[in-house]
């Protein structure tokens, strides 16, 4: 820590360890401890040591991926979050969660009306000599919003967190109550090398993505695959609500310059990121990086304003209709709202804009091996609709790309069971007859 005399004391006076950090949490209170990449493990594992002396206790989270003792323990902890993880569904299983459906755009009611928080983790960088600490790689996303509600701040300050630039993505040593130093490994997502199907599913949208575009791509194979798949476009630009690894190799290897962008030109603008470690070290102090919370990032007009946006996400399941559920299946949920539809509307109102839903023709149960179509008749009982049929655009599988949003309401069915797997298109227009959509 190279800082004058001066913070540097400041820093030895508010450093605590972690179990004497949370003596502060008293029952019937509620802390949040981070969202994806930027979440406070160890405070959030010495907060589960205190667990016999506090009762009534809320968190908020979001898309946490390392299993923590306070997710298993219904009679002392209550969860909630906007978007699930492999950790909240940890809390799931256990009884312990309340989940709340919000778009990424309006993140700031979750923080300010769902889950104000009175105790805030907040992981940060190493800080600069001025005392100031960057909210690493997803915390620009909304702790700002977080800040304004908590009495008490609490940071966890990381080597490993990146220092990122953007918007309100700094915090200094002045404005926390206590600091905690502790060093661990962010959370990664593996790339997976992309099957037939999703290299299949790939190229029908990279065909689609023209020189120039400004691209957000979703989480997952088919995002990623896309991504490095456009090796051989000129001149993108980057407004994404999530920093790939298959997006920071387009900015290495020369495809973005991000010169044709009219929302912040020249810079690849994200609210969070998610990959591996090398992702991690390449936005660390990337001047052509910039972070913004989930209310701009995602805000549809903002997004709008650059030229031939470009949105590519995922689906669980579509119907007939063009409904897209992609946080839920059938009643139970498994990840969340996000900023799916954001920018699917965004994509569409930019001048030349094209957003895509994209999910392989099948899918093939974890737990009992069966397979069913992703095209289905109508959606499960108790599904939850992510985009309605009034907003989605492309839907893409292995099998072809449509344009679902001139179509009637017949025209789509016909449409949709043309690129589904050709095990399930007798069914389906078996279905679509009884419905009178065929």
């Known amino acids: ?134 909210f690493g790689a997803t915390g620009v996303a909304l702790n700002k919003f977080i800040q304004e509600q908590a009495k008490t701040v609490i940071l966890q300050i990381n080597k490993y967190a990146p220092y990122v630039y953007g918007e309100d993505n700094l915090i200094n040593i002045r404005d926390c109550d206590m600091a905690v130093r502790f060093d661990e490994e962010i959370a990664e997502v593996p790339n997976m090398e992309p099957t037939p199907e999703v290299k299949a599913i790939s190229e029908y949208v990279i065909d689609q993505i023209p020189d120039g575009a400004c691209v957000q791509l979703g989480i997952g194979g088919i995002g990623n695959a896309v991504g490095f798949g456009l090796r051989n476009r000129n001149d993108l630009g980057i407004h994404t609500e999530l920093m790939t690894d298959s997006l920071a190799f387009l900015m290495k290897n020369g495809n973005v310059t991000n010169k044709g962008k009219r929302v912040l030109p020249g810079k690849s603008v994200a609210a969070f990121t998610l990959g591996e470690k090398a992702l991690y070290e390449f936005v660390d102090h990337n001047k052509d990086m910039y972070y913004m919370p989930f209310t701009i ?125 050709p095990d399930f298109r007798d069914e389906l227009t078996e279905a679509a007859r009884a419905a009178g959509l065929y």
């Not at 992609?326 to 569409?348: C, E, K, P, W, Y």
């Open 1 to 134: 820590m190279n800082m004058k005399d001066s913070l540097k004391k400041l820093f030895d006076e508010k450093l605590v360890t972690p179990d004497e950090a949370v003596q502060c949490i008293q029952s019937g209170q509620t802390v949040y401890i981070g969202t994806c990449t930027s979440t406070c493990y160890e405070l959030a594992r010495a907060l589960g040591r205190r667990s016999d002396e506090l009762e009534n206790v809320t968190v908020g989270c979001s898309n946490l991926f390392k299993p923590l003792d306070i997710m298993t323990d219904p009679d002392r902890f209550r969860i909630i979050s906007y978007f699930m993880g492999p950790t909240e569904r940890q809390a799931q299983k256990a009884g312990s969660l309340d989940y709340t459906s919000i778009h990424l755009s309006l993140v700031d009611i979750f923080c300010r009306e769902t889950c104000p928080p009175d105790v805030a983790f907040l992981e940060v960088s190493l800080p600069d000599e001025d005392g100031n600490m960057s």
């Open 297 to 421: 990032a995602n805000d549809p007009r903002i997004i709008a304003r650059n030229d031939r946006a470009v949105s590519v996400n995922s689906a669980i399941c579509i119907d007939l209709m063009g409904q897209v559920a992609a946080d839920n299946i059938a009643g139970r949920q498994f990840s969340g709202t996000g900023g799916q539809l954001d920018f699917v509307r965004g994509a569409q109102m930019s001048r030349g804009g094209k957003s895509f839903i994209a999910a392989t023709s099948e899918n093939i149960s974890k737990h009992t091996g069966k397979v069913s179509s992703r095209i289905v008749a109508s959606l499960p009982t108790g599904a939850a609709v992510t985009t309605p049929r009034s907003d989605v655009q492309y839907v893409v599988t292995e099998y072809g790309c449509v344009n679902l949003k001139p179509l009637t309401i017949k025209e789509r069915a016909h449409a949709l069971i043309s690129i589904a797997h």
